[in-house]
């Protein structure tokens, strides 16, 4: 019985990744010194995975900045603005990602989306009715040889053709995406010949679309696809995850492949369907390990639910994680200073394959001392758990009725009042909430953390950063201010700290996209707010200022869907709890005289199932997360929400449903395309469309951001438009972020003067 790995974090255990990327775009190492750090990684997380017993290491799951983007230099597919001559090279990946690099000239960057329901964001391929593919950069191929050379038999995983065609954005005039497969399917043959010649023998094709309720356009091309691709003479395991694939049964068992990936921790009830099907030269290989989620799996109860199976099976049945653990922290051995019961319930990437070691021993050797030692351990977490209810927190839940989740009045009145009492401009201009968090500021809160800096030291000194803050912006003639977060370390981590039944690692970071990492706090236990958490630095901030200072707080669906979050109560019932501590917050901003309160929701459309059938019960809990948290307010206090790099056509009814007074979101990448679904449904509130992608470091133009908000306006009510940039500006200079906004205010000016 073969343990399998379908991927591992790419970052490093001290995002050794991030640094050097980081560095080399700032110029400071050479691409060789940027080489040196990826290859040291490989070669450690490859041994990593042979000792828990992985017997084909995955070659293809790491990437500089995104797996997808990696495959579409592998296949030729650069948009020619992003071309530096006929080469493609690492600079020309980051400039499709971040529309500059070292080398080349500056562009509009590509655009960026969610990876299906995840947090992980992926850079969206860019094809033309006349695309054509070709194999055009090596790194795939290279990282074979590099692991071949250490002396292990690798698997290369790549995203499959039809979940890549189908992530892929048309440019120009819209033609059928499908017309391109022929071409495709010749690459990736002309990929697969390229394996085969090094010596491999199994390659892992990732279709995770296979999840989705697909239309008979998108299940038709399947097999004859992989009919195609299994004459490379290498042989196919069709990995599928986040949800069951049980719906397209027939069309996955009459594949051409060589075996088939389950995600069981999602839908373990597909188990019996394939197990009952396989062919007897397949193998099946049991997604059984969560990929996502950071807690020690039941392996006692997973070795009791799969036994049959694997008796049945015997060696056809592989053991693995249910996805990548790209989703994963990558070693828990470095947490020195986890409370040790939390610990204790703990299993970050490296502990995950031997979890998998440990249940094979479970169903091979199920008398064994070893075997007994992993039932115990697993008994032991269960009756720990179990001790960890508050009660006054279960009651509060329990006890809301539906007039907690409503405002007092509707839109149209509660507009006229906030008008009234914030009296703005037409087409007022603000930010999302954060401004740079510079070397400096990072440096106080080490030392804060540290102890080398006293608790009075540290306020006073950022104190000094939001009066600066606050300063520049009222320089820029911006409308709304934030306070700029200078305090907080992360949007999720900073609520997540101040909460109870909330844990925190050192390390425990996850890529989010590129060199952006988060650490997603741990919900262990009921939650609760025992103190107020925004509250000294928004009053604060306000003092400073007559112009309105928006409170900032990240929404109960976004902490949810951005945390490690507990497995034994409903999803539902933790984001309510999460609800009502920001409930508590949003009040006591508004008692002490704050007009404005964002709330933050950018994982909203995450949260939801890839079936689309599924998706109203998610809507409505999640909806009503939002509206518990923003409900306990006056007419005339206006309530904002924030969301990014989503699409809401789909949803959004359901956005309209929370009731925000406010809604900013990203478009700026999308050229106000997102905006085409609050056109279409006449949405009733006020919106803010980005107009400055703060992902890229490249600084927009006056005449860029007219344009962009003259489009808009074509959308759009004007007299219900605001302007500010995609997203927080954390991750950017001042030297970026200042003539940037200066052109946004700029342009707003300048279409005030033309619409009277």
């Known amino acids: 019985m073969n ?69 579409s230099a592998t296949i030729n597919a650069i948009p020619a603005r992003h071309r530096d001559g006929d080469k493609v090279d690492l600079d020309t990946l980051f400039r499709v990602a971040r ?58 995983v790549l ?31 002309a990929i697969l010949a390229r394996f085969k010649a090094q010596g491999v023998t199994w390659v892992q094709l990732d279709e995770p679309i296979l999840a989705l309720e697909l239309t008979p356009e998108w299940q038709a091309p399947f097999a004859a696809t992989y009919a195609s691709l299994s004459r490379a003479q290498v042989k196919l395991l069709l990995a599928s995850y986040y949800g069951s694939v049980a719906h397209h049964h027939e069309l996955i068992a009459n594949l051409a492949v060589a075996g088939i990936h389950l995600d069981l921790v999602s839908a373990p009830e597909q188990l019996s369907l394939f197990a009952s099907s396989l062919q007897p030269e397949q193998i099946l290989s049991l997604g059984v390990i969560n990929g996502r989620n950071v807690w020690a799996a039941e392996l006692d109860k997973i070795a009791a639910d799969i036994a049959p199976v694997v008796a049945d099976l015997g060696k056809q049945i592989w053991l693995a994680p249910s996805c990548s653990l790209l989703h994963s922290p990558v070693d828990l051995d470095v947490e020195t200073e986890l409370d040790t019961a939390l610990r204790q319930q703990l299993s970050f990437a490296k502990q995950k394959l ?33 001790q960890a209810a508050n009660l006054q927190v279960n009651e509060r839940v329990a006890g809301l009725t539906t007039g907690d989740f409503e405002r007092q009045s509707g839109f149209a009145l509660r507009q006229v009042l906030q008008q009234q009492r914030l009296r703005l401009p037409l087409l007022p201009t603000t930010t999302i909430g954060s401004f740079p968090q510079t070397p400096a500021i990072r440096g106080l809160r080490s030392r804060w953390r540290k102890g080398e800096l006293t608790e009075a030291a540290y306020i006073a000194q950022l104190q000094g950063v939001t009066r600066d803050t606050i300063q520049r912006q009222l320089k820029l003639g911006i409308d709304v201010l934030v306070h700029g977060e200078a305090e907080r370390n992360d949007m999720v981590e900073y609520f997540g700290e101040q909460l109870d039944g909330v844990g925190f690692t050192q390390f425990g970071w996850v890529q989010s996209y590129g060199s952006r990492c988060v650490k997603p706090p741990l919900i262990y236990g009921d939650v609760s707010r025992p103190k107020p958490m925004t509250l000294d630095w928004a009053t604060y901030a306000q003092s400073l200022t007559d112009n309105p200072v928006k409170g900032m707080l990240t929404g109960p669906v976004t902490i949810l869907h951005w945390s490690f979050a507990r497995e034994d109560i409903s999803r539902e019932v933790i984001a309510n709890q999460l609800a009502l501590a920001i409930r508590d917050e949003v009040v006591d901003l508004q008692n002490a005289g704050i007009k404005i309160i964002q709330i933050d929701e950018p994982a909203f459309r995450e949260g939801l199932p890839l079936k689309q059938s599924q998706w109203q019960t998610y809507l409505d809990w999640a909806v009503n997360a939002f509206k518990l948290s923003a409900a306990g307010v006056k007419d005339d206090t206006q309530i904002h929400t924030h969301m990014c790099y989503s699409e809401f056509n789909a949803t959004i009814a359901s956005i309209a449903a929370m009731d925000a007074d406010v809604i900013t979101i990203e478009t700026s990448r999308s050229n106000m395309e997102l905006l085409n679904a609050f056109e279409d449904f006449d949405y009733p509130n006020e919106i803010g469309p980005g107009v400055y992608d703060i992902h890229s470091p490249n600084i927009p133009s006056v005449e860029q951001m007219v344009a962009l908000i003259d489009k808009a306006a074509t959308k759009v009510p004007v007299r219900q438009l605001w302007v500010n940039p995609d997203c927080g500006l954390k991750t950017r200079t001042w030297d970026e972020v200042e003539p940037a906004l200066q052109n946004m205010v700029t342009a707003t000016q300048e279409l005030r003067r033309r619409l009277g």
């Not at 560095?23 to 995975?49: C, D």
């Not at 690099?101 to 509009?108: D, I, N, R, V």
């Not at 850079?123 to 790194?139: K, W």
């Open 354 to 386: 031997n979890e998998l070691s440990q249940l094979r021993t479970l169903l091979i050797e199920p008398d064994s001392e070893a075997a007994r030692a992993t039932a115990e351990r697993c008994r032991a977490r269960r009756e720990a758990r179990q």
């Open 99 to 156: 529309g500059r690099a070292p080398t080349g000239a500056a562009s509009s960057a590509s655009q960026m989306k969610k990876y299906f329901n995840s947090n992980y964001h992926y850079i969206v391929p860019e094809l033309s009715q006349n695309q054509t593919f070709s194999i055009a950069y090596e790194q795939l191929f290279d990282e074979v040889e590099q692991a071949k050379a250490l002396g292990h038999q690798v698997k290369p």
């Open 3 to 71: 343990i399998a790995s379908l991927g591992f974090p790419r970052i490093g255990r001290q995002r050794e990744l991030k640094f050097a990327l980081e560095q080399y775009w700032r110029q400071e190492i050479t691409p060789a010194a940027l080489h040196e750090v990826a290859s040291t990684l490989r070669q450690t997380h490859w041994q990593w995975q042979a000792d828990a017993g992985v017997s084909l290491l995955p070659v293809g799951d790491f990437a500089y900045y995104d797996q997808v983007l990696t495959l």
């Open 159 to 189: 995203l499959g053709p039809l979940s890549y065609l189908y992530l892929a954005k048309c440019e120009g005039q819209a033609f059928d995406k499908l017309s391109l497969l022929p071409q495709l399917i010749e690459v990736y043959q």
